[in-house]
């Protein structure tokens, strides 16, 4: 059975960005890998968390969500049940702490800048999405601070963006859409910075242990997508905004 879109097993799906999605975020994009749609926004306020008051510094976080018809079957909204499900609590974690990873919290005094990534659509890889869409949301979100002089100098020390790469009936594959990864005897999440940093790397063994040459078989196939990747967040980040 061959991949979606026709790819080797090293190549990721098709990214489309489209920046300035939400004309009334601060910073936005719907962020598009194969068929997973995200929203992703960044609203920024002028208050941060109590225990980071008098300390002249900012604060980035992040909140994800899955639209009740994402999935195909209906989701229920977290609000219907009073809290967020313990998924949703994790993976907002990671996108909070992919993107304060490449911030200098201290270029952002009293602020706060709230990063939200909805997911429209899910086909595999949902949280990878919206790490790379949420740092582009981010990106617009400082950039227009900065031109009307809100910041006196940019926060963001470099970028940030996320694959999956996972083990399926043996081989080796990168950006798993949800056969692959409903299937995968190795699931792997791998957060990079611009420059090759690691900043995260979740890997799970369904079936299987991963081994250690398996591993840095995974991490040598991620750094190339997410290099690709980098270079599709640059090109939303100056592309110009609609309207």
Do not use: F
């Given at each position: 059975m061959g991949r979606s879109y026709d790819r080797t097993p090293a190549d990721p799906r098709?990214?489309?960005?489209q920046p300035g999605f939400v004309r009334t975020?601060?910073?936005?994009?719907?962020?598009?890998?194969?068929?997973t749609r995200v929203i992703c926004t960044a609203s920024v306020s002028d208050r941060v968390p109590r225990w980071l008051e008098g300390k002249k510094s900012?604060?980035?976080?992040?909140?994800?969500?899955?639209?009740?018809?994402?999935?195909g079957e209906r989701?229920?909204?977290?609000?219907?049940r009073g809290r967020p499900d313990g998924r949703s609590t994790?993976?907002?974690?990671?996108?909070?702490?992919?993107?304060?990873g490449v911030v200098d919290l201290t270029a952002l005094p009293d602020r706060s800048v709230y990063v939200d990534c909805d997911v429209l659509q899910a086909d595999g890889g949902t949280r990878c999405a919206?790490?790379?869409?949420?740092?582009?949301?981010?990106?617009?979100?400082t950039q227009s601070l900065l031109a009307v002089g809100k910041l006196e100098r940019d926060p963001l020390s470099g970028s940030v963006a996320a694959i999956?790469?996972?083990?399926?009936?043996?081989?080796?594959?990168?950006d798993l859409d949800y056969s692959e990864d409903s299937s995968a005897e190795v699931d792997a999440n791998i957060v990079m910075t611009g420059d090759g940093g690691l900043v995260e790397v979740q890997?799970?063994?369904e079936r299987t242990p991963v081994s250690r040459a398996s591993l840095d078989e995974l991490l040598g196939l991620a750094e190339p997508a997410i290099a690709g990747l980098r270079e599709a967040q640059a090109e939303a980040c100056d592309a110009p905004l609609p309207g």
């Open positions: 098709p990214v489309s960005i975020a601060t910073g936005s994009c719907l962020y598009e890998q194969g068929e900012g604060w980035v976080t992040a909140e994800y969500a899955m639209l009740p018809a994402s999935t989701k229920q909204r977290d609000s219907a994790e993976i907002q974690r990671l996108i909070g702490r992919a993107l304060r919206a790490i790379t869409g949420g740092y582009v949301a981010l990106r617009l979100a999956s790469c996972g083990v399926v009936d043996g081989d080796l594959l990168c890997a799970t063994a």
